[in-house]
Structures are given as structure tokens and as C-alpha cells.
T-cell receptor, first 114, second 114 residues
């Protein structure tokens, strides 16, 4: 499986600021996704990061709050904008290839908003 | 959209006994069903998956069964060991070509009692 890294691994941010999370894969992948996992909860899909076009957002998530970029087949960023304490969560990227159903997760970014 | 229910939310099993976790899904078009194991502070790890053209799949002490008619699938862990203690998530995917979006269940916290 691909080696997936995320930066930063954790951060503490002030409300009203923004944080950009990076996801890097060591090989080209077709699909990249961004999930949020609140403490003790399941994984919720934020959006699918599409290479060369706008991300596809799930219900309840909007581009102004969670802008996503995917400039190539190995890299994506998720920005959490105008943060509030409710944004405190773990944010994970995941990757998959179109010829395999299998989806693998990055190590996650633990965000705390004060 | 797809909805995945998972039971039980917590499960305690004596070491050496078997554990069973069950999930149901709502969309009959779903055709891919992975299971993830998440240890405390770690990323979700894919442990086994099954596709809709298969009724059962086994990998050492872990097996997954699928009943498409009833729209439910189960994870079976035999001869449980302390290292099996973790949170387990089931997921389902409706897979239009090129999109492997996963919908996750709510998770089962499995505790193996030595």
C-alpha cells in the first residue's frame, strides 16, 4: 500500500484563524479524500479532492469553510478556515486507486481550537 | 444517501473466545464493504474487505460474511487476543466508476479480557 504522510501532525490554533493541512503520498493515486473524526466518534467524509478540478463536498461541508486543493496525483491540502472550538477534531486524508477498492488513511492531524 | 448501522457499540470478550460485530446498510447498490481497526491514537487500518459477488472471506482469525438480500455484513474474530482490543468500523461503498466514497458505521469498541 502507499505511504501517506500528513503535516502537521497536531496543532493548537486560536479561534478565527485558518490552518492548512497537507497530505502527501509516495505514489500516484486516483482518489484522495478528506475525513473528520471528532473525539470518540466515527469518520465523516468532508470532500473528495479531485485533481485539476473543484473538490466534491458532502452535505454539511462547504468550500468557503474547507477549501481543498489537489494540484497533482500525489498531494492535497485541506484548509480549515475561520476556526471555532467546534472544529477541534482529527482530520485524516485517505487515498485509493481506481483499479482497487481499497482505501488507506494517513496518520491524521489533531487540531485543537482555543 | 447510504446509511450504515453498526452493533454493538461496545463488546467485551474473554481472551480466546470469538467476537462478532454486525452492520446493516440501506442502499442495495452498495457493493464494497471494508472493515477498519483503529487503535488508540492511530489511523484506521484496513483489516479485511468483501465485495458483493462474494458471500464470505477469511484471513487467518478474521472473517467477514455478507448477506446482500438482508443488507447486512458481519466481522468475525476467532481466538481473540489482547492485541485485538481496538475500535472497529465497518463501511459501505456505492462505487460509480472512479468514486470510492465510503460511508462508515458508528464503531464498536472491542475489549479483550485477559
Amino acid at each position: 500500500s502507499a505511504v501517506i504522510s500528513q503535516k502537521p501532525s497536531r496543532d493548537i490554533c486560536q479561534r478565527g484563524t485558518s490552518l492548512t493541512i497537507q497530505c502527501q503520498v509516495d505514489s500516484q493515486v486516483t482518489m484522495m479524500f478528506w475525513y473528520r473524526q471528532q473525539p470518540g466518534q466515527s469518520l465523516t467524509l468532508i470532500a473528495t479532492a479531485n485533481q485539476g478540478s473543484e473538490a466534491t463536498y458532502e452535505s454539511g461541508f462547504v468550500i468557503d469553510k474547507f477549501p481543498i486543493s489537489r494540484p497533482n496525483l500525489t498531494f492535497s491540502t485541506l484548509t480549515v478556515s475561520n476556526m471555532s472550538p467546534e472544529d477541534s477534531s482529527i482530520y485524516l486524508c485517505s487515498v485509493a486507486t481506481v483499479d482497487s477498492y481499497e482505501q488507506y488513511f494517513g496518520p491524521g492531524t489533531r487540531l485543537t481550537v482555543t | 444517501g447510504e446509511n450504515v448501522e453498526q452493533h454493538p457499540s461496545t463488546l467485551s470478550v474473554q481472551e480466546g473466545d470469538s467476537a462478532v460485530i454486525k452492520c446493516t446498510y440501506s442502499d442495495s447498490a452498495s457493493n464494497y464493504f471494508p472493515w477498519y481497526k483503529q487503535e488508540l491514537g492511530k489511523r484506521p487500518q484496513l483489516i479485511i474487505d468483501i465485495r458483493s459477488n462474494v458471500g464470505e472471506k477469511k484471513d487467518q482469525r478474521i472473517a467477514v460474511t455478507l448477506n446482500k438480500t438482508a443488507k447486512h455484513f458481519s466481522l468475525h474474530i476467532t481466538e481473540t487476543q489482547p492485541e485485538d482490543s481496538a475500535v472497529y468500523f465497518c463501511a459501505a461503498s456505492i462505487d460509480p466508476v472512479g468514486n470510492e466514497k465510503l460511508t462508515f458505521g458508528t464503531g464498536t469498541r472491542l475489549t479483550i479480557i485477559p
